[in-house]
């Protein structure tokens, strides 16, 4: 059964973190408009504050839909959903606020060492509802890994800005006045960064995209201390199939004694 509360819920806190993608949903205000759903992904973008109080690190793309909208009216969903454990969907509601790079919120949410090449903004939500439902009809899906091409395409074009200070054709800046200061409705976008002085960097760990923030490296979802772990004859259980099966099975065996259940009591009715 689906349930809604007024701040995050602290056993879910640690569940959010660990989600290796969410969607962001928006639209604006004019019913012709055009309504945006994101997928977000690279470890360590998603951030908790407090129950009511989160953020992620915006990273640059071809559009520029959620800051547009969050300009214009500030709504904003961010869902989470489980692909392997017990089922779970997880919806943020709230307002969102935009701080674009170079700006000082900016810069205190996203020091240097923790910068992802291509970020251009820190999106703060400030949730006024959480709803959590089944999600018993999501597929099973195995964690294989961070993809490495935005990283590494942006790099490209922060290293063409540190060369020519910030005025290259082919910089990160050139590419937010090309793609990123008007939604597809028209509504403005970027407003400041493009005109920031100093130019993008990131730290060299933060040029991997399955790199978390505290510099460890986790392949296919796997950490060293895990690997480690594994070597020394633990038991690592990712996505196996003896877990699925049980869960599988304890529902099935649930369903089947409601269904039992209610047959005695229709046996007693007649």
């Not at 806190?13 to 969410?22: R, T, V």
């Not at 100093?198 to 986790?218: F, I, L, Y």
């Amino acid at each position: 059964m689906g349930k809604f509360y007024e701040s995050i819920p602290p056993e879910i806190i640690p569940w959010l973190s660990k989600q290796e993608l969410f969607w962001v949903a928006t639209a604006p205000l004019s019913p012709e408009g055009h309504v945006n759903v994101s997928p977000k992904g690279v470890r360590d973008s998603f951030h908790v504050i407090s129950p009511t109080r989160v953020w992620y690190q915006d990273l640059t793309g071809s559009g520029v839909e959620t800051i547009s909208h969050l300009r214009e009216n500030g709504r904003v969903t961010l869902m989470f959903s489980a692909f392997e454990g017990p089922p779970r969907i997880v919806r943020l509601f709230g307002r969102g606020t935009v701080h674009e790079f170079g700006s000082p919120e900016y810069d205190a949410l996203i020091p240097p060492e923790h910068r992802r090449p291509g970020s251009r903004a820190a999106i703060v939500i400030d949730v006024h509802k959480v709803g959590t439902s089944c999600g018993y009809a999501v597929p099973y899906y195995e964690f294989k890994g961070h993809r490495q091409i935005l990283l590494d395409y942006f790099i490209k074009r922060e290293h063409a800005d540190q060369e020519d200070g910030g005025r290259s054709e082919k910089g990160l800046k050139a590419y937010w006045i090309e793609k990123n200061m008007r939604s597809i409705d028209g509504l403005p976008g970027i407003a400041h960064a493009q005109n920031v002085e100093r130019v993008p960097e990131c730290h060299e760990d933060m040029k991997r995209a399955d790199t978390s923030e505290n510099g460890e490296v986790r392949e296919n979802g796997v950490g060293r201390t895990e690997k480690a772990a594994v070597a020394n004859g633990g038991v690592l259980v990712k996505e196996g199939l003896e877990r699925r099966r049980v869960e599988e099975w304890a529902v099935a065996f649930a369903l089947g004694l409601a269904v039992a259940a209610i047959y005695v009591q229709v046996v007693r009715l007649v």
